[in-house]
């Protein structure tokens, strides 16, 4: 089975159009919160519909007085206001995610990014029993009557690796690989579906309004990297974008976990790319320097980047220390360069280029706003020679509840075979958010504050319970965790400080003016830490104890906090230890 990846529009070259990144969008080795948006819209039920093609034997519940399985073609009732929690298997089965509810959902919106929604498609297509390519239905052996092996083989799928997938399709379905849907065909078939739905309301969409003087941010995070994938004799190798670093020491830290940004402000004559955006950025080996540097001299601006092959931390050749190598894993560092922005600029809103790379800003409707596009390859080098031709894949949805814009990207580079199948390639993934600030000065956060469900998968497939109680000033914990194979009971309930957990890899904690707060951009990384009760940051990390956490999010609900949280953390070999998830009840 050919793995086709494929990703982000092209906008890194584009002076007026520039796509933000917690690193910036060169992958070269180179407060207070606003107020949310009110609602006046009264609660009502409405009827959705769930559609990779239209699902029944999903299990959805709003958490509030609906759920039940989807039926008669994907269709399922929850309030209007609320957010709605997809599962496989029933109440008890795989938590798949949750989205604000709406008229069509998918599965990006209730994943969160594009390698889980296509692996959740491609389970899905594999164990239809339907007869019709545009309804798919689930066996009632994953649905309305199933067993506790079923439960805890669904379990131990994770959705951002394809092999547990697979696994379970062949282990326990019963399915050879040539019963299991292609990725290629998995997208097809979901791309095909999606476009015969028109999703979301006829109405103008307020935050993109011409002369509005709103002010639109656009952040962006880059999850990996894969190389080679189209190569049958490839390894396939993964690499995992890394944006924090809790071994280094605290001021080392703090100087280098600054987000890139990008905003502009609608008037009614031009669009101004505000003064102070920054794509810029490090990535794989001029990262590990950069962050070598920035731990010997306690200064961001010692690094510099004299050309192609040469770098310097304060005028001498730069160099990777030991702690921060990576060569030979499955991560390298991605970080923002500080240093860097840009000054005011303004564009028209008649330019090319906004209509080619922002067709968003233009939209007069939310249902233009809800797409997947395919592009055609384009040559992305700088001097049009043929030598980096690309193509994308993204999925972009607008949430009316969250008013916020999802892209959820991946590029396909070919180097310089203009050819889709080209065994060279290499691809990328991103996640990107659009959303309205009050000014430059504010961005907008996901509060912890109040009860989240954390529930943590055991080798033996049974989950183990817990909660977390996130107050004001502390954080107590009840519940189950995995020991081994199976659940205990929690022996330190704490209470526990934000500072406790951001020493760990809840790194986005303990922050001036927002002590439980998250930017969605934080709470869409891979960090490493270690995990060590009496750990001090900058110290040698005790043997077996290093770990790295990729964390994703997709806002939920007026306050954004009704999504759920996935929590990934992954040995540095890159081998999953265990996959958990969090979501607010209270």
């Keep these: 089975m050919r793995k086709m990846n494929i990703g982000p529009l092209k906008m890194c070259a584009l002076s007026t159009a520039i796509l933000v990144g917690i690193t910036g969008c060169n992958d070269d080795d180179d407060s207070t919160s606003s107020a949310p948006i009110e609602f006046n819209n009264p609660v009502t039920n409405i009827q959705g519909t769930f559609v990779d093609a239209a699902v029944d034997g999903l299990y959805y519940t709003d958490s509030k007085i609906n759920s039940g399985f989807t039926e008669n073609g994907g269709q399922y009732t929850a309030l209007s206001s609320s957010a709605v929690t997809f599962y496989l298997g029933g109440e008890n089965g795989l938590k798949v995610g949750a989205a604000s509810n709406r008229d069509v959902l998918s599965p990006f919106e209730a994943t969160g990014t594009y390698e889980r929604a296509v692996n959740l498609a491609i389970l899905l297509q594999s164990v239809n029993v339907g007869d019709e390519d545009s309804n798919i239905v689930l066996p009632e052996t994953l649905s309305t009557n199933i067993g506790e092996a079923t439960i805890s083989a669904l379990h131990k799928i994770n959705l951002d690796d394809q092999d547990t997938v697979i696994t379970f399709l062949e282990e326990h379905m019963g399915m050879d690989e040539a019963d299991i849907v292609s990725e290629d065909d998995a997208i097809a078939h979901m791309n095909d579906s999606l ?30 990297k894969l190389t080679g994938f189209n190569d049958d004799n490839s390894a396939n190798q993964k690499e995992f974008y890394v944006h924090a670093d809790k071994t280094t020491d605290e001021d080392t830290f703090n100087l280098v976990r600054s987000s890139a940004r990008w905003d502009y402000k609608l008037t009614e004559d031009a669009i101004v ?200 000033t502390d954080i107590t914990i009840s519940g189950q965790e995995c020991s081994g194979s199976t659940p205990v009971d929690l022996d330190d309930e704490g209470p526990y400080s934000y500072a406790d957990f951001s020493n760990l890899d809840y790194w986005w904690f303990n922050q001036t003016g927002r002590t439980s707060k998250a930017t969605l951009t934080e709470l869409n990384t891979t960090v490493r830490f270690c995990d060590s009760g009496e750990y001090e940051m900058g110290n040698e990390c005790p043997n077996g104890k290093e770990y790295f956490v990729k964390w994703s999010y997709m806002p939920a609900g007026k306050d954004w906090d009704q999504g759920v949280l996935t929590r990934r953390k992954m040995l540095p070999i890159g081998i999953s230890k265990n996959v958990s998830t969090y979501q607010k009840i209270n």
């Design 195 to 224: 476009g015969k739905y028109e999703r979301g309301e006829d109405s103008s969409v307020p935050m993109f309004q011409r002369g509005s003087g709103n002010i639109i941010r656009e952040v962006s995070v880059s999850q990996y």
């Design 273 to 472: 790319y505000m003064e102070g955006n920054n794509d810029s950025g490090f990535g794989s080996a001029w990262a590990a320097q950069y962050l070598t540097c920035v731990a010997a001299t306690g200064d961001s601006t010692k690094f510099t980047v004299i050309d192609d092959e040469q770098t310097k931390c304060d005028g001498q050749q730069a160099t990777t220390d030991d702690q921060f190598d990576l060569t030979g894993t499955p991560f390298l560092y991605k970080f923002n360069n500080p240093n860097k922005s840009k000054p005011e600029k303004n564009s028209s809103y008649d330019d090319d280029e906004l209509a080619n790379h922002m067709p968003y800003i233009l939209a007069t409707s939310q249902s233009e706003l809800n797409t997947m596009v395919e592009n055609d390859l384009y040559d992305d080098s700088n001097d049009q020679d043929g030598s980096a031709w690309q193509y994308n894949i993204y999925s972009q949805s607008y949430d009316a509840t969250t008013e916020v814009l999802t892209i959820l990207d991946k590029k396909f580079q070919l180097g310089s075979h203009a050819d889709k199948s080209a065994p060279s390639a290499r691809a990328s993934e991103s996640i990107r958010f659009i959303y309205e600030i009050e000014d430059q000065d504010t961005d907008r956060y996901v509060d912890f504050v109040g009860t989240w469900e954390h529930l943590e998968t055991c080798n033996n497939g049974e989950q183990a319970r817990s909660e977390y109680v996130f107050g004001e």
